[in-house]
């Protein structure tokens, strides 16, 4: 099993409507979940970072964190064409300042 | 801020040859980290500094690669021999401490022919 998984995509969701992507993990250890948006030849980009059980809402982005579950998932809402770009799961794994990331989930918002 | 800043942005070389790619990180960010994006691996962890200190280095593919930090603002990871499976985008990023997200530089895009 990988320690963070991310379904690659392309998830494909009309402008408006709310895109959510979901990311899993393996280890129980982790304490820090952060979400990246990286355009296509770009550098990643932190859009958010969520540290405990529940909701955290920052403008149209929610992260949302189940511990027990072992996954971590990204809500945007109101979708909009520049907000197609592919999305990065990072979290720590073992030494706190180390993230491990998945290997993204590709979103296109389609107008 | 100027950001974490990477040099060259583009760099193509021969096979054998040597490569330094060039990082500066945040001021006051203490740790240093150098990633590798391929489409095939994602984004791989090379190694990880804290306090100019190499902390781990478990990433680095092998001997052919080494990374320095030899102060607070300057780090340097070098190939040689360099090779064609070499070829990835490399990334430096920086962050304050434990459990802070990263800023990354723009990359080196590294091609090797």
């Known amino acids: 099993q990988k320690e963070v998984e991310q379904n690659s995509g392309p998830l494909s969701v009309p402008e408006g409507a709310i895109a959510s992507l979901n990311c899993t993990y393996s280890?129980?250890?982790?304490?820090?979940f952060f979400w990246y948006r990286q355009y296509s030849g770009k550098s990643p980009e932190l859009i958010m970072s969520?540290?405990?059980?529940g909701d955290k809402e920052d403008g149209r982005f929610t992260a949302q964190l189940n511990k027990a579950s072992q996954y971590v998932s990204l809500l945007i809402r109101d979708s909009q064409p520049s907000d197609s770009a592919t999305y990065l799961c990072a979290l720590n794994t073992g030494t706190a300042s180390k993230l491990t990331f998945g290997t993204g989930t590709r979103l296109q918002v389609t107008l | 801020d100027a950001g974490v800043i990477q040099s060259p942005r583009h760099e193509v070389t021969e096979m054998g040859q040597e490569v330094t790619l060039r990082c500066k990180p945040i001021?006051?960010?203490?740790?240093l980290f150098w990633y590798r994006q391929t489409m095939m691996r994602g984004l791989e962890l090379l190694i990880y500094?804290?306090?100019?200190?190499?902390?781990?280095d478990s990433g680095m593919p092998e001997d052919r690669f080494s990374a320095k930090m030899p102060n607070a603002s300057f780090s340097t990871l070098k190939i040689q021999p360099s090779e064609p499976r070499d070829s990835a985008v490399y990334f430096c990023?920086?962050?304050?401490?434990?459990?802070?997200?990263?800023?990354f530089g723009s990359g080196t895009r590294l091609t090797v022919v």
């Open positions: 990023a920086s962050s304050l401490g434990t459990g802070d997200g990263y800023t």
């Open positions: 500094f804290n306090n100019n200190v190499p902390i781990d």
């Open positions: 969520i540290y405990s059980n």
């Open positions: 280890d129980r250890g982790s304490q820090s």
């Open positions: 001021s006051g960010h203490d740790y």
